[in-house]
């Protein structure tokens, strides 16, 4: 249908200040102030009485393991998990089967976010084949159509070839995403390093591994004035840092994932893998710490760090299980159970977060109701609990550890560029 109007919902729009009940109209994919009478006949009618209307949310961190590794996942099942999730726009990240170093890449995964159920951008790799050794050519990867560079997954170790990246980044405005990790701090590591770790007897995992990296990219964002993101944060003393770093005007910018805002190393008691990621979760100091850092502003949006494994990889020893967890379908009811009812952030607060925040951070046409935005709109009903079973889930892979509980708050549309894409 060319025309749609959703009717009665508390439309939630925080890039425009809107929170109120009222209409949301759409004509031929985008938004408008209106709709003539005779539009209005022909359009297709949502009541969305009870429901709260917002932008589509925006995910700047996903894997979606195409090329090379659709066993887990492909474009199309990881964005059909972004539309059940209420997601319209996601930034997938670099580090598939081969790894999207090159503009021939790029466009193999642009050709297929063509076909995805919501809008799909790439990212390219900081270094040839994620080594860590040579810069890989940024301008083609530039022209080809990434959002941004990274080697998500792995971090890059030289600091002098860090600050190549980020100089010759910033000659073509692309922001540098960097997971934050010393790698020679956690050879063999799979939890955080605690009194639990030490307990379950599993080799820890020191916050200074993350901490150090943060404060180096910080370091190099100062001298060079790049925009360096810090990805999945999950160190009280790395919210610190980017704290001050903020307060000192430094282009740093950070996000925070549901699971590091909701679980800590506790939830690793009965070695169940679904609960080992990385960064690995950390205290109940730290899972405060990054509360406090999206309340302050201090971090910047929410991530998922959606990253899907087959079971067969997931049901192995603990030290020999893959890092990671699916996170797209869970999100939402995640963010609103810890942030809204546990930790009382305005609900507006939270959208900002996984809308307008996370699409400004690396300048995506998403995130706004405003008239003449791309159509792109999640509806949902902030108090319905229901049972998530990641079987009955689009993602190909089960690795969730929400799978089998209750959880409020759900998505019952998602609508993207004018269509309605998912409906419970």
Same mark, same amino acid.
């Given at each position: %249908?060319?025309?749609?109007?959703?009717? +009665?919902?508390?439309?939630?729009?925080?890039?425009?200040?809107?929170?109120?009940?009222?209409?949301?109209?759409?004509?031929?994919? #985008?938004?408008?102030?209106?709709?003539?009478? @005779?539009?209005?006949?022909? @359009?297709?009618?949502?009541?969305?009485?009870?429901?709260?209307?917002?932008?589509?949310?925006?995910?700047?961190?996903?894997?979606?393991?195409?090329?090379?590794?659709?066993?887990?996942?492909?474009?199309?099942?990881?964005?059909?998990?972004?539309?059940?999730?209420?997601?319209?726009?996601?930034?997938?990240?670099?580090?598939?089967?081969?790894?999207?170093? +090159?503009?021939? !890449?790029?466009?193999?995964?642009?050709? @297929?976010?063509?076909?995805?159920?919501?809008?799909?951008?790439?990212?390219?790799?900081? !270094?040839?084949?994620? #080594?860590?050794?040579?810069?890989?050519?940024?301008?083609?990867?530039?022209?080809?159509?990434?959002?941004?560079?990274?080697?998500?997954?792995?971090?890059?170790?030289?600091?002098?070839?860090?600050?190549?990246?980020?100089?010759?980044? #910033?000659? &073509?405005?692309?922001?540098?995403?960097?997971?934050?990790?010393?790698?020679?701090?956690?050879?063999?590591?799979? %939890?955080?390093?605690?009194?639990?770790?030490?307990? $379950?007897?599993?080799?820890?995992?020191?916050?200074?591994?993350?901490?150090?990296?943060?404060?180096?990219?910080?370091?190099?964002?100062?001298?060079?004035?790049?925009?360096?993101?810090?990805?999945?944060?999950?160190? *009280? %003393?790395?919210?610190?840092?980017?704290?001050?770093?903020?307060?000192?005007?430094?282009?740093?910018?950070?996000? *925070?994932?549901?699971?590091?805002?909701?679980?800590? =190393? =506790?939830?690793?008691?009965?070695?169940?893998?679904?609960?080992?990621?990385?960064?690995?979760?950390?205290?109940? #100091?730290?899972?405060?710490?990054?509360?406090?850092? $999206?309340?302050?502003?201090?971090?910047?949006?929410?991530?998922?760090?959606?990253?899907?494994?087959?079971?067969?990889?997931?049901?192995? =020893? &603990?030290? &020999?299980?893959?890092?990671?967890?699916?996170? $797209?379908? !869970?999100?939402?009811?995640?963010?609103?159970?810890?942030?809204?009812?546990?930790?009382?952030?305005?609900?507006? &607060?939270?959208?900002?977060?996984?809308?307008?925040?996370?699409?400004?951070? $690396?300048?995506?046409?998403?995130?706004?109701? @405003?008239?003449?935005?791309?159509?792109?709109?999640?509806?949902?009903?902030? +108090?319905?609990?229901?049972?998530?079973?990641?079987?009955?889930?689009?993602?190909?892979?089960? +690795?969730?550890?929400?799978? /089998?509980?209750?959880?409020?708050?759900?998505?019952?549309?998602?609508?993207?560029? /004018?269509?309605?894409?998912?409906?419970?």
């Amino acid at each position: %249908m060319p025309f749609l109007i959703i009717k +009665n919902g508390r439309v939630i729009d925080p890039a425009t200040k809107r929170d109120k009940v009222g209409d949301v109209f759409i004509a031929d994919g #985008k938004i408008a102030p209106s709709l003539t009478a @005779a539009q209005r006949k022909s @359009a297709q009618v949502i009541d969305a009485r009870g429901l709260v209307v917002c932008p589509g949310l925006v995910d700047i961190h996903v894997h979606f393991r195409e090329p090379g590794q659709t066993h887990k996942e492909n474009i199309l099942t990881g964005s059909q998990a972004a539309a059940a999730g209420g997601f319209t726009t996601v930034v997938c990240m670099p580090n598939t089967s081969p790894v999207a170093d +090159n503009a021939g !890449t790029i466009e193999l995964i642009n050709n @297929a976010a063509r076909k995805a159920a919501v809008h799909v951008y790439p990212t390219g790799c900081i !270094t040839v084949g994620m #080594k860590g050794q040579q810069l890989a050519p940024h301008g083609s990867l530039k022209k080809a159509g990434v959002v941004a560079i990274t080697d998500d997954g792995l971090c890059v170790e030289s600091n002098q070839l860090m600050r190549n990246a980020v100089e010759y980044a #910033k000659m &073509f405005d692309l922001p540098v995403l960097d997971h934050c990790q010393d790698e020679s701090l956690t050879k063999g590591a799979v %939890m955080n390093e605690g009194t639990v770790s030490t307990r $379950l007897g599993l080799k820890g995992w020191p916050h200074a591994a993350e901490d150090i990296i943060v404060a180096r990219n910080i370091i190099l964002s100062a001298y060079s004035g790049a925009h360096i993101h810090m990805q999945h944060i999950s160190s *009280a %003393m790395s919210v610190e840092l980017v704290r001050r770093a903020k307060r000192d005007g430094i282009n740093v910018t950070a996000e *925070a994932t549901p699971h590091h805002i909701a679980l800590t =190393e =506790e939830a690793l008691g009965t070695y169940d893998t679904h609960f080992k990621m990385n960064p690995p979760l950390r205290t109940e #100091k730290d899972r405060q710490a990054i509360i406090a850092g $999206l309340r302050d502003g201090t971090l910047d949006c929410i991530g998922t760090d959606h990253a899907p494994h087959s079971p067969d990889e997931k049901d192995r =020893e &603990f030290d &020999f299980a893959p890092n990671g967890i699916t996170g $797209l379908e !869970t999100a939402l009811p995640v963010c609103l159970d810890v942030l809204v009812k546990q930790n009382k952030f305005k609900l507006p &607060f939270v959208i900002d977060l996984m809308t307008r925040k996370a699409a400004n951070l $690396l300048k995506l046409p998403a995130g706004t109701l @405003a008239p003449g935005a791309v159509a792109d709109v999640c509806i949902f009903d902030p +108090n319905e609990t229901w049972l998530y079973d990641a079987k009955k889930g689009f993602s190909k892979s089960l +690795n969730s550890p929400w799978s /089998g509980r209750k959880l409020t708050g759900r998505v019952k549309a998602t609508i993207v560029a /004018g269509k309605v894409v998912y409906g419970h």
